[in-house]
C-alpha cells in the first residue's frame, strides 16, 4: 500500500468519473499511477488530477495491464464487455452499473450495510443503484428496532442520475425558457424544464420501470431480505445531483418511537438527522448536493397504520450513490487485504 | 338567467383570479356585471375581460351589493372577514380558502363527486384544497370497484399553489442561476430553483404539516369517509402550475382488475388515462397545465399488496384544483336554482 496503486477509471469523462477523481483526492486514496478510460469519442481529451493532466484513452480489453484497482462507470454493456479483462488482468474490479448486480455469485455492497457479503476471493463488487442505496441507508438501521414488513417509496430522482448528458440537457432546457430560444434537441418523450416525468427507463409487463425494478430486488438483495415487500414509484424532477424520496416503513410489530428512530439514525455512520419542525428545515436535494452522508428528516408516526413511520431522505446521486459508494467499497476490502 | 349576472372576484389580481376571467370567458359563464377586488395594493389597477378593462377596487365590507356570485380566492383571513358581508348582500359564494372547508355545516364540494352536499339553502360552498382536488379525481371513481380502506400519496406540488408570488419566485430564482446573478430575496427556508422542499406550511405537533392535514381531513368530508386511513407527504418542487401526485390505494378487498380501473377512470368526466407504457408517456405537469381533466397512467398493481393498486395523477392546480373547481360549483348550483 506504501507504494500507492495503479487505478483505472472506466467511465472518467462522465458525471460519476469526475466525482472519482475528486474523491481520491479529498479522501488520500492511494493512486501511484492512474489510468483515465472512456468511449473511443473521448480518446485525447484531457483531465486534470492533484494539478497533473492525464489523457484519456479508449477502454480496451488490453487496457487493465498491472491495474490494481478499476472503477466502472460507463454503463452495463460496457462494464459486462471489460470487466473480464480487468478481472483477468488482476485488477479488484468494483462496478457502478447494473451489469452484474443480479448474479447471486457477485456481492452487491453498500460498506454501511453488508460489507460482509464481500469474500475473502472475491474481486468484483458490484454497487447497487443510486435510489436502493440513498433508501437503504436510512432504512437499514432501523432493522434494530423491529422487523420489516415493507417499504414505500416514491422518488424524486435528479438529473445527474441520467448522466453528464441529461444534467446537460436539464441546464439547456431551462436557459432556453429562461432567454426564449428554441429548445435543444431532447431525448426524452417530454420537456424536462419546469416539468417532471415517471422515470424514462422501460417498463415491462407488470408495468414497473426498469428503476423501480431495481429499487425491489437491490433492496431485497441488499437487505438480504428475499421476501421483502417493497411498493415503489419512480419519478425523475427537475433538479441537478441529489435524489429525495418520501418513505414509509411498515413493521411486523407496532412501530418503533419516534425518539429511538431519531436516536438510531443520528448515531448511524453516513446518515445525517435535518428534521426542525418549527424551523421548517428538512433534507432537501440542494443541501445533500457534494455531501457525503444521506440526509433523513420529517420523522414521524403514519396516522393511517400504528405499525409504520414515516420520513423524507436526500442523498447526493453522484457521490454516496454511486462514486462514494464506490471508493468506500475499494477502501475497506483494501484495507481488509492489508489486514489479511 | 337571462340578463346574466352579477359576480365579484375577490382576489382578482393573483394567479387563481386570472384564471377566473379565462374561464367566465371560455365557459359563457353568464356574466352581467364584473366587480374586480383585491387588497388596497391593487386599488386602481385595471384587468380586462372579453376586451372591456376593469378597475380593481378594495375588497371591503360593501363592495357585495346586489352582487349574485361571489368568488373568493384572496386567503383564509380575508374570506374569514368579508364573506359573511357577501352572504348578507345575499350572494351566493364559492369560497377557494381554507377558511370553512372544516365547518360541518359548510360543503366542501368537488361537483363530480358530491354535488349533492350542497343543501337547497346553502349560500356558501367551500372549494377544496388543491392536491385534495386532483387526488380524488382519480380515487372516487374507483369506489364502484371496491371499499377504499387506505390512500398513500406522495405529491409534487407546483408553484402556483403558493400563488402568483411563488410562481416569480421560482422563475426569478432559475433566471439568476441561469445567468449567473444575485438570487432575488426569498422567504422560503431554502432555494427553489432546481430544489424541492417539504410543504412549506406550519407543522403541527404530529410532525404533520397543514398542507398534509387538509389532504386528510378534507378527503375524509368529501368522500363521507370519517374513518378513512391516508397517508400523505406534500412535496414541492420546481414546476410552475399543475401538481403530481403519486398514489397507492389499499382496498378492503382484493384489489379490483387493472382493466377495470381503466375502465372505469376512461368513463368518469374530468380525468383522461394517460397510460402508454410502450412510449413511456404518463401524466406530467406540463401536459396537465392549461386542461380541465385530471390526467391518470402508470396504472398497475401494487406489487407489495394483493389489495392495493398504484397511479400518478397530475392536474393543473389553478384550474381544477382551484378556479375550475369553484366556477363548476356555481354554474351547477345556478343550473338547479334555476330549474328550481
Do not use: W
Not at 201 to 219: C, R
Amino acid at each position: 500500500m506504501n507504494k500507492g496503486l495503479s487505478v483505472a477509471i472506466v467511465g472518467a469523462t462522465g458525471a460519476v468519473g469526475q466525482e472519482f477523481l475528486r474523491l481520491f483526492d479529498l479522501r488520500d486514496f492511494p493512486v501511484r499511477d492512474l489510468r483515465l478510460l472512456a468511449s473511443k469519442r473521448s480518446e485525447g481529451k484531457t483531465s486534470t488530477f492533484k494539478g497533473v493532466e492525464y489523457t484519456i484513452h479508449e477502454a480496451k480489453s488490453d487496457s487493465f495491464e498491472n491495474v490494481d484497482v478499476a472503477f466502472f462507470s460507463a454503463g452495463a454493456s460496457r462494464s459486462r464487455e471489460l470487466v473480464p479483462h480487468a478481472l483477468k488482468a488482476g485488477a479488484l474490479v468494483v462496478d457502478n452499473s447494473s451489469a452484474f448486480r443480479t448474479d447471486p455469485n457477485i456481492p452487491l455492497v453498500v460498506p454501511e450495510i453488508n460489507l460482509d457479503a464481500v469474500g475473502a476471493s472475491d474481486r468484483l463488487v458490484a454497487v447497487p443503484n443510486c435510489s436502493a442505496i440513498i433508501l437503504l441507508m436510512a432504512v437499514n438501521p432501523l432493522r434494530k428496532l423491529g422487523t420489516i414488513d415493507r417499504l414505500i417509496v416514491s422518488t424524486y430522482q435528479s438529473a445527474s442520475g441520467g448522466g453528464a448528458g441529461m444534467m446537460r440537457l436539464l441546464e439547456d432546457e431551462t436557459k432556453a425558457l429562461v432567454l426564449g430560444t428554441e429548445l435543444p434537441p431532447s431525448p426524452l418523450s417530454t420537456r424536462y424544464a419546469y416539468n417532471l416525468f415517471s422515470h424514462n427507463t422501460p417498463i415491462d409487463d407488470s408495468g414497473y420501470n426498469e428503476e423501480e425494478s431495481k429499487v425491489i430486488f437491490e433492496s431485497r438483495k441488499i437487505l438480504s431480505m428475499p421476501e421483502l415487500k417493497v411498493n415503489v414509484t419512480c419519478v425523475r424532477v427537475p433538479v441537478l445531483r441529489a435524489h429525495t424520496e418520501t418513505v414509509t416503513i411498515e413493521f411486523e410489530g407496532d412501530a418503533p418511537s419516534l425518539e429511538d428512530v431519531r436516536s438510531v439514525l443520528e448515531s448511524s455512520p453516513g446518515v445525517r438527522v435535518v428534521d426542525d419542525r418549527s424551523g421548517n428545515r428538512f433534507p432537501t436535494p440542494l443541501d445533500a448536493s457534494g455531501q457525503d452522508n444521506v440526509l433523513v428528516g420529517r420523522i414521524r408516526q403514519d396516522l393511517s397504520n400504528p405499525k409504520a413511520i414515516c420520513f423524507m431522505v436526500s442523498g447526493d446521486q453522484l457521490l454516496k450513490g454511486a462514486a462514494l459508494n464506490a471508493v468506500q467499497i475499494a477502501e475497506a476490502v483494501l484495507a481488509r487485504e492489508a489486514v489479511g
